[in-house]
């Protein structure tokens, strides 16, 4: 016992005399040598921020969110994805791109006397948002420019030249869309997303080069996921409110009241990643379930003279999640 309080004593005053060199020596040291990488950092953190941050072409945001690498290992879901419209989200049937330059053209520069665009060179990032919020969330990383560029091609690809549509088809609606940028929605909840994780299903390590891990999103298998692009109506939140989506919203208040309990992925995904809707035959088949009912019978107003009569009971069931036709 004794020995055992004697070792005891002499280690710690073994242990206070290295921490006291230690402290003296080198940690006096080390806290001026990170003063001045702190200072260091300081100065130079903003700096790189916003200039290495923000895209400044529209090829600079498409490589910024290149997803070429997945390619290789998920071979079916890409291909799936590349056939939907989220891949090609400034595009759609055509019809979005015609529209956002729409926008441009007869709002901002026409209509909506207030905007302040008269002209493609006064356009930001700020104008496209309303749009952009959900076709193309990304344009938060991308400079002026870059909307400026999305506007006059859309106003080109509109007018039929199709070097512009190829254009806005170098960005939209990608894995890293969802697997990352949108992946976490409570954010005082879960945190902010971080940037070189995906977002699955499960917790697990991952092969590709720059994502090395795979975390789990707290929403990926729920319908609020889609919601956050499928909308609720009208987005009062911008200067100028726009209202296209508002699927989401039938969805929550008519579908889930009525007794309903899928989720947006249980009818539109089971394995695939295409999300056709109504251009995927099966899929609209599905949609409307109609019950006919026919009955013959003769109106007799007297006797000789009768009249062929038909009654028809038609009995339409929607079967989607929502109102069709939404989006
Ligand atoms: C980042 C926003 C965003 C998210 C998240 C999102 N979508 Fe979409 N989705 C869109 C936009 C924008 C379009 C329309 C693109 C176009 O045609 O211009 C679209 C189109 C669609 C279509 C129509 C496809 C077609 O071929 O007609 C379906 C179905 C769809 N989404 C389902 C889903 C489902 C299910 C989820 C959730 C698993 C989801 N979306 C998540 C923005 C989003
Ligand atoms: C519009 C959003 C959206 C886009 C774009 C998208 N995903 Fe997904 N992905 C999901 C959702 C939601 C799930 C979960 C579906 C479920 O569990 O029902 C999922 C599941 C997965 C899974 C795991 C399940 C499976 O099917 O094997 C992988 C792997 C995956 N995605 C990879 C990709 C890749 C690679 C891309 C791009 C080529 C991509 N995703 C694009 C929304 C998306
Ligand atoms: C070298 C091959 C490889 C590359 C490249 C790759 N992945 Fe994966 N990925 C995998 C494997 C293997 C898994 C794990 C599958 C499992 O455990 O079920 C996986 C899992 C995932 C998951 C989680 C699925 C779940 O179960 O929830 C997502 C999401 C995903 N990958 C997306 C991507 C995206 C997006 C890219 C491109 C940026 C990519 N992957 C590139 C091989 C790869
Ligand atoms: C019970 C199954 C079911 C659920 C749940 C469901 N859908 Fe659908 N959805 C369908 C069917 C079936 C269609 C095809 C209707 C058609 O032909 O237009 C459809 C059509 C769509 C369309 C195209 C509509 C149009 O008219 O342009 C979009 C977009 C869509 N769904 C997104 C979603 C999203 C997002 C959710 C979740 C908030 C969701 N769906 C939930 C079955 C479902
Ligand atoms: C709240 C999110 C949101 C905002 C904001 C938004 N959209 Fe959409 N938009 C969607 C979604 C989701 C769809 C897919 C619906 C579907 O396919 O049925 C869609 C579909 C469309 C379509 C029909 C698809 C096609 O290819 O023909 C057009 C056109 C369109 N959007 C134009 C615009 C324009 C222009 C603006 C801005 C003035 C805008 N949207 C703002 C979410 C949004």
């Given at each position: 016992?004794?020995?055992?309080?004697?070792?005891?004593?002499e280690?710690?005053?073994?242990?206070k005399k290295?921490?006291?060199l230690?402290?003296r020596?080198m940690?006096?040291?080390?806290?001026r040598?990170?003063?001045?990488?702190m200072?260091?950092?300081?100065?130079?953190?903003?700096v790189?921020?916003s200039t290495a941050?923000k895209?400044q072409?529209i090829?600079?945001?498409?490589?910024?969110?290149?997803?070429?690498s997945?390619k290789?290992?998920?071979?079916?879901?890409?291909e799936?994805?590349?056939?939907s419209?989220?891949?090609i989200?400034?595009?759609?049937?055509l019809?979005?791109?015609s529209?956002?330059?729409?926008a441009?053209?007869?709002g901002m520069m026409?209509?909506w006397?207030?905007?302040?665009?008269k002209?493609?060179?006064?356009i930001?990032v700020?104008?496209?948002?309303?749009c952009?919020?959900?076709?193309?969330?990304?344009i938060?990383?991308?400079?002026?420019?870059?909307?400026?560029?999305?506007?006059k091609?859309?106003?080109?690809?509109?007018?039929g030249n199709?070097?512009a549509?190829e254009?806005?088809?170098?960005?939209?609606i990608n894995?890293?869309?969802?697997?990352?940028?949108?992946?976490i929605?409570?954010?005082?909840?879960?945190?902010?997303?971080e940037s070189?994780?995906?977002?699955?299903?499960?917790e697990?390590a991952?092969?590709?080069v720059k994502?090395?891990?795979?975390?789990?999103?707290?929403v990926?298998?729920e319908?609020?996921f889609?919601?956050q692009c499928h909308?609720?109506g009208?987005?009062f939140?911008l200067?100028?409110p726009?209202?296209?989506?508002?699927?989401y919203?039938?969805?929550?208040?008519?579908y889930?009241?009525?007794?309903g309990?899928?989720?947006?992925?249980?009818?539109?995904?089971?394995?695939?990643?295409?999300?056709?809707?109504?251009?995927d035959?099966?899929?609209?088949k599905?949609a409307v379930?109609?019950?006919?009912?026919?009955r013959?019978?003769?109106?007799?107003?007297r006797?000789?003279?009768?009249?062929?009569?038909?009654?028809?009971?038609?009995?339409?069931?929607?079967n989607a999640g929502?109102?069709?036709?939404?989006g």
């Amino acid at each position: 016992m004794r020995l055992f309080i004697g070792l005891k004593k002499e280690i710690n005053a073994r242990m206070k005399k290295g921490k006291q060199l230690f402290s003296r020596g080198m940690i006096g040291g080390l806290f001026r040598c990170l003063k001045v990488v702190m200072i260091l950092l300081f100065l130079s953190v903003p700096v790189i921020a916003s200039t290495a941050e923000k895209a400044q072409t529209i090829d600079e945001l498409s490589k910024m969110y290149d997803v070429s690498s997945c390619k290789t290992c998920h071979a079916k879901i890409y291909e799936e994805w590349s056939q939907s419209y989220h891949a090609i989200s400034l595009v759609g049937s055509l019809g979005t791109m015609s529209s956002i330059a729409g926008a441009v053209k007869d709002g901002m520069m026409k209509e909506w006397t207030k905007s302040g665009v008269k002209d493609i060179k006064d356009i930001k990032v700020e104008h496209l948002v309303i749009c952009l919020k959900c076709h193309l969330p990304q344009i938060k990383d991308a400079s002026d420019e870059v909307a400026q560029q999305i506007a006059k091609s859309a106003i080109e690809g509109a007018a039929g030249n199709e070097a512009a549509i190829e254009t806005l088809k170098k960005v939209g609606i990608n894995c890293l869309v969802c697997h990352n940028s949108k992946a976490i929605i409570h954010k005082w909840v879960d945190g902010e997303v971080e940037s070189d994780v995906l977002y699955g299903n499960k917790e697990s390590a991952h092969p590709d080069v720059k994502f090395k891990t795979v975390k789990k999103s707290p929403v990926m298998k729920e319908a609020i996921f889609c919601g956050q692009c499928h909308g609720l109506g009208p987005n009062f939140e911008l200067p100028n409110p726009t209202q296209c989506a508002t699927l989401y919203g039938s969805y929550l208040h008519a579908y889930i009241p009525s007794g309903g309990s899928k989720t947006c992925q249980e009818c539109h995904m089971k394995n695939v990643h295409s999300m056709f809707a109504y251009r995927d035959t099966d899929q609209a088949k599905s949609a409307v379930h109609v019950e006919v009912d026919a009955r013959g019978y003769y109106f007799l107003p007297r006797a000789g003279y009768s009249v062929p009569n038909a009654v028809l009971t038609v009995k339409m069931t929607n079967n989607a999640g929502h109102r069709v036709p939404d989006g």
